[in-house]
């Protein structure tokens, strides 16, 4: 057997991109080490959104750099987007990588890793490539919760972001292909999926017949043992009344979306190419708020875009306010190659963007508290999912609402139950519950809509 040490940055597509790697060279036999002093090969699997997680990765090639000196015959590859995007200058810059290749051709790495361990020059494979699902993972996908890729790409063309570029326009899985995949994941013994794609809300308009999200919801929503979907990222753009109904009408879909504002101000997203205003943003939540009541929401915010003035951001924090977020994802805008964005001459100075940052996870920080608050004394369902990582002999999980609850198990091992608890306190990252009923009565807790009628 040969060793493969991987290293995943970036987002949630990603980790299941590196899991399909680490999956197709297992067949290969190359078998994961978390220690890359003894790995034949390492990949670093990369992300290109912000100019920040690039310098992670050059500065992680610059330590891999020593160990290639001491084993020369060590592969080190880089892949994703960063390799999409910066293709060749990679290896001008790192020359130590052997192999460079973006998502499109992951179906081909263990070809592609073959021609670099023979040494034949840097390889470098950039192009497009036809869409394939890959169904290899390293462990036979048993886990409680996964991640399911269902569309690739984005045609938005926001003038920050370099996701067109690295992930190319979008397609879609075929919803046969997607309901099949989760229906091994669940037949070893996974309960909560999450369907992933960069406008997941786009999916299935490419497809022939077309479809879209509130289908699939459906579909994957019959297969058995799957008792939670989860879904991201939603644009509010695609965002449409037929998914929200869906949102409340399919019982294992969790009342939890992530829905991206970016700017509360309209002057910001028109500059952004968003094709929606504030006031439409308003229209959808309190259309999802009515239909979905006790919707958790949360958000992604750029601060410091190009022309972004005090009073823009000050509208930016009012909706924040006004919308109530449980969470909010801050980031500070990033001046990306090749996007529209990065040649406006009005750019934003580092310290107003940090000063920003601060503010608006200050006013997140409040609301989400807030919304906390008002959890205390629930029953909600938890799917438990680990141990917890303050106190030991406790337990973990997530509420439908994706809050991580902590509580006391008494010794007993509840992992992939879903089990009732009690939340008695709120914390600032957290939740404290007590377990509110004997969890060998049955052999198993209902899930879904099942509990919720128990408990209503
Ligand atoms: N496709 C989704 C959308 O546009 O709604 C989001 C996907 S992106 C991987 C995650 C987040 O990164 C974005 O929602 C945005 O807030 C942030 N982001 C993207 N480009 C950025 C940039 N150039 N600078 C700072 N943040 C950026």
């Known amino acids: 057997m040969s060793k493969l040490h991987l290293i995943t940055y970036g987002c949630q597509m990603n980790e299941y991109d590196s899991e399909r790697v680490a999956g197709l060279l297992k067949q290969e036999r190359y078998e994961l080490t978390d220690r890359p002093e003894e790995a034949d090969l390492i990949l670093v699997n990369t992300c290109s959104i912000r100019e920040r997680a690039e310098d992670k990765v050059y500065s992680q090639l610059g330590v891999l750099r020593h160990l290639k000196r001491r084993r020369p015959d060590l592969v080190i590859g880089v892949m994703g987007c960063m390799a999409q995007l910066q293709k060749g200058r990679i290896q001008d810059r790192a020359p130590h990588v052997d192999l460079v290749f973006g998502s499109p051709a992951i179906a081909r790495v263990a070809e592609l890793v073959e021609r670099a361990r023979q040494g034949r020059g840097p390889v470098l494979e950039t192009g497009e490539g036809a869409l394939v699902k890959i169904a290899a993972r390293p462990d036979g996908g048993q886990r409680l919760k996964a991640f399911v890729t269902v569309m690739e790409g984005c045609e938005k063309y926001c003038t920050f972001c370099v996701v067109p570029t690295t992930r190319g326009r979008e397609r879609s899985h075929a919803p046969e292909v997607v309901v099949e995949e989760i229906r091994s994941l669940a037949e070893v013994g996974c309960r909560e999926v999450t369907l992933l794609g960069q406008t997941v809300n786009a999916y299935g308009r490419d497809l022939s017949p077309p479809t879209d999200l509130a289908a699939l919801l459906e579909q994957v929503g019959a297969i058995d043992g799957i008792e939670r979907i989860r879904f991201t990222t939603s644009n509010p753009y ?7 109904r869906a949102i409340r009408d399919v019982p294992k879909v969790c009342e939890y979306l992530h829905l991206p504002l970016q700017s509360g101000s309209d002057r910001v997203l028109e500059r952004m190419n968003r094709g929606y205003t504030r006031a ?18 949360s958000t992604d915010l750029i601060v410091g875009f190009p022309g972004e003035t005090d009073e823009d951001f000050a509208q930016t924090v009012e909706m924040v306010e006004r919308i109530g977020y449980d969470n909010v994802f801050a980031f500070r805008y990033s001046r990306r190659p090749g996007t529209p964005a990065a040649l406006m001459d009005d750019q934003v100075p580092d310290e107003v963007k940090a000063e920003r940052n601060r503010l608006i996870l200050e006013a997140a920080g409040r609301v989400a508290a807030a919304r906390s608050l008002r959890l205390e004394g629930r029953v909600m369902e938890v799917l438990v999912d680990g141990v917890s990582r303050k106190s030991e002999g406790e337990m973990a999980g997530r509420t439908r609402c994706n809050r991580v609850v902590n509580f006391d198990a008494a010794g007993r091992d509840l992992l992939g139950r879903v089990v009732p608890v009690r939340i008695v306190r709120a914390l600032p990252h957290s939740l404290r519950g007590e377990l509110i009923e004997d969890p060998e009565a049955g052999d198993r807790f209902p899930a879904g809509a099942a509990m919720a009628a128990r408990l209503a």
């Open 238 to 244: 695609n965002l449409t009344s037929r998914l929200i």
């Open 280 to 297: 439409r943003y308003l229209e959808l939540i309190a259309e999802l708020q009515e239909t979905v009541p006790d919707l958790a929401l």
